[in-house]
């Protein structure tokens, strides 16, 4: 679990994040939500360290994350899996040393063989267990963000930050991804915090939704509650979606069906 305190964060005197405080559930898909410009990415940089909030604090599983001591930064750090909103390959590896590079860097006790053991395990559970020796040049956008989940996931991570994880890839692609990234959640019981703006992907995987606006927290809740919120700015942003203004519909011409037969059937006895 991941909880964030009043956290506050300015550049050049302009207020980006405006006290937010939440929490991210672990085993749960945790969604940030919200428009561009909306403070989602910072308060991500904020989270993972490359950024210091001006004020707040931020714990991981009870351990205060920061102004603690550097080593118990660095060792948290080491438990933190990262997908890049670009996937940051590295053009000049092979997939399989793009994956091996945080283990390289993270865990220097295990041995070659090992490290090349883990890197076979990790592609073969994002279903690129033959994309090894291809360059990034050479797969799809799609396959690199799996590279990218691949390599996030590879020093056994605790607690997994995707950044737009979907950006840039065809909507049936993007289902896919946030199907890997749901069952990786579950299957380790890890803490994933996810930034978006996609309202299929709350729909698909929304767990924990945090909604922010203008740098700040409006609404938190479950998939299945957002639709129902009762926060004009949230309601103006997940309504601009087709994929939610039908999906709204169909509950409530279920809903209107069930009232319609309870009245009928109230009606005969």
Known sequence: ?????NVQKAFNGNPVLKGISCTFETGKCNLVLGGSGTGKSV???????????????ITFDGTM?????????????????????GSALFDSMTVAQNV?????????????????????????????????NKMPSEISGGMKKRVGIARAIAPNCTYL???????????????????????ITHEYNITT?????????VIEIGEHIIFLHQGRKLWDGTKEEILN???????????????????????????????????HEGGGI
């Open 193 to 201: 915090v996810i930034i978006t703006h996609d309202m299929n992907s």
């Open 161 to 183: 930050f995707c950044d737009e994880p979907n950006s840039g890839l065809d909507p049936a692609t993007s289902i896919k991804i946030d199907e890997l990234i749901h069952e």
């Open 65 to 85: 994350y920061t102004n603690n001591k550097i080593n118990i930064r660095q060792e948290i750090r080491r438990k933190i899996g990262m997908l890049f909103q």
């Open 43 to 57: 308060l991500l940089q904020c989270i993972v360290g490359l950024m210091k909030p001006d004020l707040g604090s």
């Open 229 to 263: 919120a009762q926060v004009p700015e949230l309601q103006e942003f997940i309504f601009s979606s087709s994929l939610v203004r039908a999906a709204k519909k169909v509950d409530e011409e279920a809903e209107g069906g069930l009232a319609s037969i309870h009245d």
């Open 100 to 132: 091996e590079f945080p283990l390289q860097m993270l865990t220097p006790e295990m041995t070659p063989a090992e490290r090349r053991d883990r890197v076979e395990f990790c592609l073969k559970r994002v279903g690129l267990e033959n994309a090894g």
């Open 1 to 5: 679990m991941i909880e964030v305190s």
